[in-house]
């Protein structure tokens, strides 16, 4: 048999588009139908952005220039609930106590991680169960962390003066003193979010090649050498959006004030967000409440802003 005859008796595929006279209207509906379910789990994670991301956006624009208390029509008042909110004695407190915040939590809750991501990855042993020790307070709910440091904190029966007082050190009083009630909120914050800053922290160790620490040992490097001459240039990007995001989720803290402290004393645990919720359930004035989330959610753009700017430039 020749080749040409192979050739022929071979049956000739069908090809990958339609026919030329296969009707469009037809081949449309068939690639619609399968990718049905693709569509179907599209529009359902739209809807949900819509109802639950998009649209209350959308109302807190609208309400923070209105005067409405959801029973009457709401009325237009323009620019009045933002003056109403800045001139209260509160809101400057409220700004500097999330600033202050933010701060101090970038200094232990920042840090603390990073370390602790340094130690772990330079065991040789329990690296999983301490992997999971530390990622433990992560998969408790946010409120039971909170109420179990808000026994720690009790001036009376409280873990942390128990301790103090067995070392022979003078107990605090930790929630009811200007000067330690905001660092106390910042050690809770810090130890309910530990575990997923040293998961990721870890992850990026790990992904550096090792031939660059065997290169540095060979060099005579020590550990802190190590860290900073080799650990830190290649983490740096993962560093710079650590931080970023911890900004983000810290300018909103609010269970923290909400459950241990009520903002006292004297506000010095009153940040943006409890302001806001205490214009909105507590004062019922829900213009006020919006034109501080409206304010807040600014500042919190121009941080989402360069988060994905750093993102992308990671992603190179």
């Not at 999971?132 to 998969?139: A, I």
């Not at 900073?228 to 911890?246: A, D, E």
């Not at 909105?280 to 360069?306: C, E, Y």
Request: charged content about 15%; some cysteine.
């Amino acid at each position: 048999m020749t080749v040409t005859q192979e050739r022929v008796r071979r049956p000739q595929s069908r090809a990958a588009g339609p026919r030329p006279d296969e009707d469009p209207r037809g081949a449309l509906k068939r690639s619609v139908g399968r990718n049905l379910t693709a569509y179907g789990f599209l529009c359902g994670a739209l809807i949900c952005f819509a109802l639950f991301s998009w649209y209350p956006m959308i109302r807190e624009v609208v309400l923070s220039f209105q005067e409405n208390n959801f029973v009457d029509p709401g009325k237009w008042v323009g620019f009045d609930n933002f003056r109403t909110v800045i001139e209260d004695p509160a809101f400057r407190q409220a700004w500097l106590n999330t600033a202050v915040f933010s701060g101090l939590a970038l200094v232990v809750g920042y840090a603390v991680p990073f370390v602790l991501a340094i130690v772990l990855n330079e065991l040789k042993h329990a690296k999983a169960y301490l992997r999971f020790v530390v990622y433990l307070p992560v998969m408790l709910p946010p409120a039971v962390a909170v109420l179990l440091f808000k026994w720690f904190y009790d001036p009376g029966a409280g873990l942390f003066n128990q301790v103090l007082d067995s070392v022979g050190l003078p107990t605090l009083s930790w929630l009811d003193s200007t000067s330690t009630a905001l660092i106390s909120l910042v050690l809770v914050s810090t130890w309910m979010n530990l575990g997923t800053g040293t998961l990721i922290y870890l992850a990026a160790l790990q992904s550096i090649p090792g031939d660059l620490y065997e290169s540095a040992e060979l060099d005579g490097a020590g550990l802190f050498r190590r860290v900073w001459h080799v650990t830190i240039p290649q983490t740096k990007l993962i560093l710079l959006v650590m931080l970023l995001l911890q900004v983000v989720a810290t300018m909103q803290v609010f269970i923290e004030p909400y459950l241990l402290t009520g903002g006292g004393p004297e506000n010095a645990t009153v940040t943006v967000a409890y302001l806001m919720y205490q214009y909105a359930f507590n004062f019922g004035d829900f213009g006020g409440g919006s034109a501080l989330g409206l304010m807040l959610m600014i500042v919190l753009m121009v941080f989402s802003t360069i988060y994905l700017r750093v993102s992308r430039e990671a992603e190179r």
